[in-house]
C-alpha cells in the first residue's frame, strides 16, 4: 500500500497568513494526488487534483504542486472559513489512501 | 445540482450486519465510478471500497475485503454497501462519494454521511 504522510498535523495561523502543507508519497505516484479540506462535523470537500488542478469554484489563493513523492498544498491570504483540517489522497492506485490530515488553526 | 443522501446507518452488535444506500441525484449516475469512505470518531478519513460507473471493477480496502459488498443499481441511480460480520473497528461514519471519473480516483462530490455504531 502507498502511505502518505502530512505535515505539519496542526499549524497554527492567522487570517491573511500564508501556509504550506506538506504531503510525501512512500513511492512514486506521477501527479495522482489530491486534496480535500473537512470542517467539523461537515463533510471533505474536493479541492484540488493532479496535484495541481483547482476543482471549480474553488478560490484561487490554494495551490498545489509537486510530482513524484513530494507535494505541497498552499494557502495564500489564509480567509476565517479556511481554518479546517486538509487531507491529501493518493489516486495512483488501489487501495487509495489518505494522509493523516493537517489541521489548520488559529 | 449533484446530491447524494446516505441512508441505513444506526447501531449494530458485534457480528452483526447492516446495508447502507445512497441515493444520488443531479447527475449521470451511470457515467460515474462511485465510492464508500469512512472516518471513525476524531480519525482522520479512510477509503473502503469502488464501484465502476457499469459495475465491472470493484475495489476493497483490505481491513473490509470478504466482509463488505458495494453494488450498484443504476436504473434507480442508488449505490450500497453491504457489511456483514461487524466489527468495533468498523465504527465509523460512511460516506458516499462520487468518483471524478468512471473509475477509481478523487471523489469529487460527497453525501452527508451516515452514523455506524459497533457495540454489545
Known amino acids: 500500500d502507498i502511505l502518505m504522510t502530512q505535515s505539519p498535523s496542526s499549524l497554527p495561523a492567522s487570517v491573511g497568513d500564508t501556509v504550506t502543507i506538506t504531503c510525501r508519497a512512500s513511492?512514486?505516484?506521477?501527479?495522482?494526488l489530491n486534496w480535500y479540506q473537512q470542517k467539523p462535523g461537515k463533510a471533505p470537500k474536493f479541492l484540488i487534483y493532479?496535484?495541481?488542478r483547482l476543482q471549480s469554484g474553488v478560490p484561487s489563493r490554494f495551490s498545489g504542486s509537486g510530482s513524484g513523492t513530494d507535494f505541497t498544498l498552499n494557502i495564500s491570504s489564509l480567509q476565517p472559513e479556511d481554518f479546517a483540517t486538509y487531507y491529501c489522497q493518493q489516486s495512483f492506485g488501489t487501495p487509495l489512501t489518505f494522509g493523516g490530515g493537517t489541521k489548520v488553526e488559529i | 445540482e449533484v446530491q447524494l443522501v446516505e441512508s441505513g446507518g444506526g447501531l449494530v452488535k458485534p457480528g452483526g450486519s447492516l446495508k447502507l444506500s445512497c441515493a444520488a441525484s443531479g447527475f449521470t449516475f451511470t457515467t460515474y465510478g462511485m465510492n464508500w469512505v469512512r472516518q471513525a470518531p476524531g480519525k482522520g478519513l479512510e477509503w473502503v471500497s469502488t464501484i465502476s460507473s457499469s459495475g465491472k471493477y470493484i475495489y476493497y480496502a483490505d481491513s473490509v475485503k470478504g466482509r463488505f459488498t458495494i453494488s450498484r443499481d443504476n436504473a434507480e441511480n442508488s449505490l450500497y454497501l453491504q457489511m456483514n460480520n461487524l466489527r468495533g473497528e468498523d465504527t465509523a461514519v460512511y460516506y458516499c462519494a462520487r468518483g471524478y471519473n468512471w473509475n477509481y480516483g478523487p471523489e469529487d462530490y460527497w453525501g452527508q454521511g451516515t452514523l455506524v455504531t459497533v457495540s454489545s
Open positions: 513511492q512514486s505516484i506521477d501527479t495522482y
Open positions: 493532479a496535484a495541481s
